[in-house]
């Protein structure tokens, strides 16, 4: 039986071609290929600047560097996440508080996060989970009533749309990730879009170990940065995947449709919000039924021949975060959630048999 995995990047021969041509060219780390592919990036998004990164990690901690935020700040998130949300906000000094979830969109619950907000808070960082937004007028509202930033942790959303503009075409700092199970993968890397085009200078620098160059031999650092740029060989591949970005959007809408209409809804499972106006379907994700036994099912789908993926155990339980004061019981919802939600496969490649498949297993082993 053939494995079917939750996660599959669809990469064609002309993008290979093109690899290969960057590889034979003798430039392979950041040059005319990442300037190509943050000018086509900064099309999708309205024209802003875009910076490019060797990871979503760095973008969003740069963005964060951007933003101001170190010692003494507090930056309110969600314990949902893939663990960098968070791990972020403490690599630049800061303290990150977890607001609870909605239980519907498995978002942040916007309402938490204002309630959270205190004298030291500076931003507040959402996710947008397995691409459904948080809304972008609540959000940027809250914001502005309490003079915070935003850092918009959108690894997860690129290609998706508020109120019908492209995610990262407005607002304040965005980050992007390009890791191999995103909708446009670039093998690894990020970005982040800027709300002013004058830090990008900035942007470059902390990238770069902070260096400024001038002349063939002159070379100044003012500011601490990393060693967090993109290589040409991954732009490359990314500017081949951002040229069928609305291609992999339709086949996911149309794969999550299916998934819907084929799921048996009397199985006791928790469904993603059917939205198809703003979601880029990343990811199609159930909560088990209460008392389920997620390893099991897990096994037992994978001996079927189907992968499964967990995202995201709640992150405010990992031993890092009890041991700064976080504990069981503070984010009912996110708890709740991250010990029975499991994540179905859907990429582009799949075919509607495939779902098919996929919903008859999880019959299956639930019944």
Known sequence: MQMLPFTRPSIDEQTIEGVAEVLRSGWITSGPQVKAFEA????????????????????????????????????????????????????????????????????????????????????????DLAGLPVPRDRLYAIAERHGLRVIEDAAQSFGARSRGRPIGSFGDLVAFSFHANKNVTTAEGGAVVLPDPGLASLCERLRLQGVVRSGEDGMEVEVLGGKWNLTDVAARIGLGQLARLEEFTARRHALARRYFAQWDRTLGCGLPVEDFDESNWHMFQVTLPEGADRAAFIAEMRGLGIGVGVHYPAMHLFALYRALGWRAGQFLQAERIGRSIVTLPLFPAMADADVDRVCAAARKVLA
């Open 40 to 127: 086509a990036l900064s099309q999708h998004c309205g024209g802003r600047s875009v910076r490019t990164f060797c990871s979503g990690t760095a973008a969003l901690e740069v963005a964060l560097r951007l933003a101001g935020i170190g010692a003494g700040d507090e930056v309110i998130t969600t314990p949902l996440s893939w663990v960098a949300t968070a791990n972020v906000v403490l690599e630049v000094g800061a303290r990150p508080v977890f607001a609870d979830v909605d239980p519907r969109s498995r978002n942040l619950d916007l309402d938490a996060a204002e309630a959270a907000i205190t004298r030291a808070t500076r931003a507040i960082l959402p996710v």
